[in-house]
């Protein structure tokens, strides 16, 4: 797979509601809820959070999995992330009651999960009289997607094309780093088929290839790295099209790259958006751990927002968590839209820089070379803000 | 060791000054100079960063310790943290020779250490020029604090007694944090001579003493996570007090605390001291890593800023880092000046909370009980502000 591949990747525009999926969604002033849903039973492929503490939905989600791999839809809100309630774990049953009664389905076959404050029961009543008025003869990415945002301002949605095999998603979160709502949700739809060429099921193959688009895409970005109770990534396939699984993972990996670009791009109180790429490591482990650490590192972080070319911070956010031999370091910043480059280190050498215009620039790579390997790996921020301060002490 | 015995603790006002230790210093503009010396030779033991990029200073200082732990004198500066530059080790060899000709004693009983601007050479004449003008018939702790503080607004300075025991110290940082400059210095002076009841020399025990005391207090604050190319701690002994090891390491925990907390108070931009406590842990490890997460994840850093309750942000946090079971939690909020507390979540149920008073404090205990084990430990930190941000951002 090459780059040149990217040019055979089609926008079509649909969102999430691609091939025969549907989705719609109503916000009302404190909760919202968003419905995708499919005639036909989908295989299903899933990443939760991490966080010991789960929320409920998560914890609702991840039994289900365990029974079954076929859904037919998902139901989510904003508004309440039904997350250190006791009683929350039979709401987010009832909630996929309520969502199963809407299409006349059975509940098992719905997964559902929820984004909001943190220590609070849902009302549930409230999510019954959305679902009650939505209108589900409307098919609306879009409403289901503004459904779901919270501090979000701007909408991440997406739908490729790529030899036939179609990826649709939407995404909610600013980050993970929304007040009390410390949440990313992710619910991505294809059409691909994987099972048929192989011994094990189409959920499986899936699963593995969610696993690994994840790796190199939404636990890539930070905007402050703090982790969520309720971050999911939910993935339908109503496996009309059989491809392979080289062409799947290759439109996959992409389809969740721009979507996790997109979390980033929207960060709370973001002015710049940064992508980290470090490439000559020893191992892949240690080139993802430094371009993550970079793009979570405070200081480098508000070096940005100030536009100042502080890279003494990047080498020791570099150096706190691997071993960096400082004279073997190449260190570039570009100007991602203008595609200027200035050369800052050469081989640990500091380039007299006079003109510090690349750092007006509102989309910035930085280029750091290792000069010790063969491996690369590419980290995606965002700088830090009077908002994010102003957004995250003030919420209510 | 109890609480009880602190009350023996006398403060002595002497700073770094204790006993037959000296110490004056001066800053200028743009350069600092603090001398710290001992007509005789005393034992030394050191923390240095674990930084894979290490200043020169720490590099020097390391290689100088493994040949030899017997020193007269530190000479530290500020403007400029001499890392990241390639000529830096014979500056810091060369700041060892001008300070040992000022005393009149041989480079090689001469530690130095750096810290402000990386990747930038030292002005070495500046340092020449200052070493020149100090009077090193004047002693005071208090300038030596002075020509070390860079974004510092408060002195960090510490003398105590126990059973004849002294130790006195000075530190340098608002947290590992300052912009360029992140750095944290401590020097500490005592008198105590671990050496003559054991097989082993005073320095080797000095050594493990202070690794443990930084243990539980340097390396438990933080204002931004962030880990210096610089930081040091450096502890000598004149040796002319015999006393026991457990009376030397109560004393040295209580006096490193002490100075990390002036650290954290001192926070960037901070207009909150945080102290969280997690008790009842399965390991002290687990408790360490659970405090540490608290206090340096900026959702809980905001939300103490806008005074806002978001206790969900801390079970949260906590939950990112280790296996948390809700149920068992116990959390209470304490205004440390007052005493005064407030219960937020008892065996993992909210109390509901009208009065959000507690949060108005300036000084905040956070005493977090995971009811599962015996282990406790304890983190400091401070609110993230906008200040931070505009340090961080216009540092230039």
């Not at 559902?112 to 849902?122: A, H, L, P, V, W």
């Not at 009543?125 to 003869?137: C, G, S």
Request: hydrophobic content about 40%; charged content about 25%; overall charge neutral.
């Amino acid at each position: 797979m090459s780059i040149s591949n990217i040019k055979e990747i089609k926008s079509c525009n649909d969102g999430i509601s691609i091939n025969k999926f549907k989705a719609n969604g109503i916000k009302t002033e404190k909760y919202g809820v968003a419905l995708i849903w499919n005639e036909n039973l989908c295989d299903c492929a899933a990443v939760f959070t991490k966080n010991s503490i789960k929320a409920n939905p998560v914890k609702y989600d991840i039994a289900q999995l365990n029974k079954r791999k076929k859904f037919k839809a998902i139901i989510a809100n904003s508004g309440n992330a039904n997350a250190c309630v006791r009683e929350g774990l039979a709401d987010a049953e009832e909630m996929c009651k309520i969502a199963s009664e809407k299409l006349k389905s059975n509940p098992d076959e719905i997964l559902c999960e929820s984004t909001g404050i943190i220590g609070k029961r849902m009302d549930i009543e409230k999510i019954r009289k959305i679902v009650h008025d939505l209108d589900i003869n409307e098919i609306s990415s879009r409403n289901a997607n503004k459904a779901l945002m919270t501090t979000d301002t701007k909408f991440k949605e997406i739908s490729y094309e790529y030899k036939g095999i179609k990826i649709g998603g939407i995404c909610k979160g600013a980050g993970m780093i929304a007040p009390n709502m410390a949440t990313m949700l992710c619910f991505l739809t294809t059409n691909a088929n994987l099972g048929e060429n192989y011994d094990v099921s189409n959920a499986e193959i899936l699963n593995e290839c969610l696993k690994e688009a994840v790796g190199e895409s939404f636990n890539m970005i930070s905007v402050d790295g703090c982790m969520s109770t309720n971050d999911c990534i939910i993935l339908l396939s109503d496996g009309t099209k059989t491809c392979s699984v080289d062409d799947f993972k290759f439109l996959l990996k992409f389809s969740t790259k721009e979507l996790a670009k997109k979390v980033v791009a929207d960060g709370e109180g973001a002015t710049k958006f940064l992508e980290v790429v470090v490439e000559g490591a020893k191992t892949q482990n240690k080139a993802k751990k430094i371009a993550l650490t970079i793009v979570n590192s405070n200081l480098v972080k508000s070096a940005f927002f100030g536009e100042n070319l502080n890279w003494g911070r990047i080498m020791s956010a570099s150096g706190s968590v691997a071993k960096i031999n400082f004279d073997n370091i190449d260190l570039k910043f570009e100007d991602i839209d203008t595609n200027k480059v200035v050369e800052v280190l050469n081989k640990g050498i500091a380039n007299k820089l006079d003109d510090w215009g690349i750092m007006k620039a509102k989309n910035i790579r930085i280029l750091l070379n290792l000069n010790e390997g063969e491996n690369n790996a590419t980290a995606w921020g965002c700088d830090l803000t009077y908002d994010y301060v102003k957004i995250n002490a003030e919420y209510n």
